[in-house]
């Protein structure tokens, strides 16, 4: 029988065992749902997961065809079912059809030869890099360098966004027109944003007496003829695959700030990281494979228990962009209401993607986790070894944070006083890298992606098309372009409010 939320109901009607009762019935509970892969401990033993549920998740997906999709996208084939292509981004990790990671291999040379070039001082003395593009262009570069670079001393690096141009006016004060590479990130080489942000940092630099401010400009864009149209040296345009997705295309060209910034070597091994994520994805059996494990969390707690949330707290300075870059990831890929053929999805989809960082967050929001009415499924990310060469008790105490919480989330406590009391029962999971290194925290975005497939099979969706972005878009142009008639009252007295 199938419930309404599409799962079987070996997994809706399963007993719900509170967490500390598991423990007590399941003696080998960590063993099974805390392993380590790529110097990440993986620790799902405070979910909801028992043995009977992992083995009926693995039945779904074995019924959902997980495997058979998990080799058609490594393999190339056109999974991308809505726009008609394949979904390649491990392909610039080297794991793919021997063509795919041939063309990525090529064009990694092309990238490093760049880069040897702007090293060699070939475009001039350049010491600041001014990254512009939005979205998936924009959240995996500034995540790689605000976490792997803040010791770095080779280049300053500032990512921008947003249009608003206050975000380029503060780059723009400490940044020296003369010495800045401009580096436009733009999968259409078209973005609205992206462009609008890279002429005023054109008109930037021939205010500040750059006589040719093209020959500072980079483009990375997988529409190259359009970078060369609109005034970009060829030698200094970067492709990449039409293939690549822009949530998941820090792997290629779009990764050039973090390769320049970094050095090249760091690139590499970030890249070789994710390539081990991806061995293990494709083959560990599926109750000791990270990304699949935590999709039938996922599931489990947003079909079964209604969550309508999860919340990611980084326990680490340098990974407190890690809220953000997942959101876009997992929200992005897997906000739909139909299937890949089309037909209506018959339960929830993508859980709403939060978070913030330890310990600021217990300050702030940890109220409602332990004592609030709403299920929120939290996860916590760690690294043992600290970041920062201060006494160790700083570090000591913000592990200790994390792990206690985890616990006081599970295990709660009684109170005569229900103002004081805490019900516990409360899910998590720990994931603990030993060491932020480029190749650890490559493998931890790639789980993170394998996770979001993984998903999405479940759910029977394409995580690899984005169209509900598209509407904002053609509104805001058609106001630009046709005025406000066809709009409704409200956004009508906006505009007029705004602009007069």
């Known amino acids: ?150 010791d770095a001393d080779r280049y300053d690096v500032a990512v921008v966004s947003n249009v608003d141009g206050a975000a380029l006016e503060e780059v723009f004060q400490s940044f020296d027109p003369a010495a800045t590479l401009l580096v436009i990130a733009s999968k259409t080489f078209t973005t609205t944003e992206t462009m609008m942000n890279a002429r005023s940092v054109l008109s930037w630099m021939e205010e500040g007496g750059v006589d040719d401010p093209y020959a500072q400009v980079v483009a990375l864009t997988a529409s190259p003829d359009k970078a060369i149209e609109w005034g970009v040296d060829e030698t200094r345009v970067l492709p990449f695959s039409e293939s690549v997705g822009g949530r998941y295309s820090l792997w290629s060209s779009i990764g050039f700030p973090a390769a320049l910034g970094l050095g090249w070597d760091a690139f590499e091994d970030m890249l070789e990281g994710a390539a081990a994520m991806d061995r293990h994805f494709r083959l560990a059996p599926l109750e000791k494979n990270a990304p699949v494990i935590a999709a039938f969390v996922d599931q489990y707690y947003s079909a079964v228990r209604g969550a309508e949330t999860r919340a990611v707290f980084a326990y680490d300075e340098r990974l407190r962009l890690l809220p953000s870059y997942l959101q876009q990831l997992e929200m992005e890929s897997n906000g739909k209401s139909v299937k890949a053929d089309g037909s209506p999805v018959d339960g929830p989809t993508a859980a709403i993607t939060w978070g913030g960082v330890g310990t600021d967050a217990q300050h702030a929001v940890f109220q409602l986790l332990h004592q609030g009415t709403r299920l929120v499924p939290v996860e916590f990310v760690a690294v043992s070894e600290p970041g920062h060469a201060l006494d160790d008790g700083h570090h000591r105490a913000l592990l200790i944070n994390c792990f206690a919480q985890g616990a006081a989330l599970m295990a709660g406590k009684a109170n005569d006083d229900p103002a004081r009391a805490y019900a516990g029962d409360r899910p998590s999971t ?34 690899f098309d984005q169209f509900g972005v598209e509407l904002g878009k053609e509104i805001a142009k058609s106001i630009e372009s046709e005025g406000t008639d066809r709009f409704d009252a409200s956004t009508r007295a906006l505009i007029q409010r705004a602009f007069g």
């Open 1 to 150: 029988m199938t419930e309404p939320t599409g799962l079987p109901s070996a997994i809706v009607d399963a007993p719900r065992t509170s967490l500390t009762e598991l423990f007590k019935q399941e003696p080998d509970r960590l063993s099974r749902l805390a392993f380590e892969e790529s110097g990440i401990l993986f620790d799902f033993a405070k979910t909801h997961l028992d043995a009977g549920l992992v083995k009926a998740f693995a039945d779904l997906a074995a019924q959902r065809g997980l495997v058979a999709k998990r080799d058609a996208l490594f393999a190339g084939a056109t999974i991308n079912v809505t726009e008609g292509r394949a979904a390649e981004h491990s392909a610039e990790r080297g794991q793919g059809s021997p063509e795919s990671v041939a063309r990525a291999r090529g064009l990694q040379a092309r990238m490093r030869a760049l880069i040897d070039a702007i090293e060699a001082e070939a475009l001039g003395p350049i010491s600041h890099i001014l990254h512009v593009g939005i979205g998936g262009s924009a959240l995996g570069p500034e995540l790689l360098v605000d976490a792997l670079g803040r």
């Open 430 to 463: 720990t994931l603990l890298i030993d060491q932020l290194t480029p190749a650890r925290l490559g493998a931890l975005l790639a789980f993170y992606e394998h996770r979001t497939f993984v998903n999405a099979v479940l759910l029977g969706i394409n995580p």
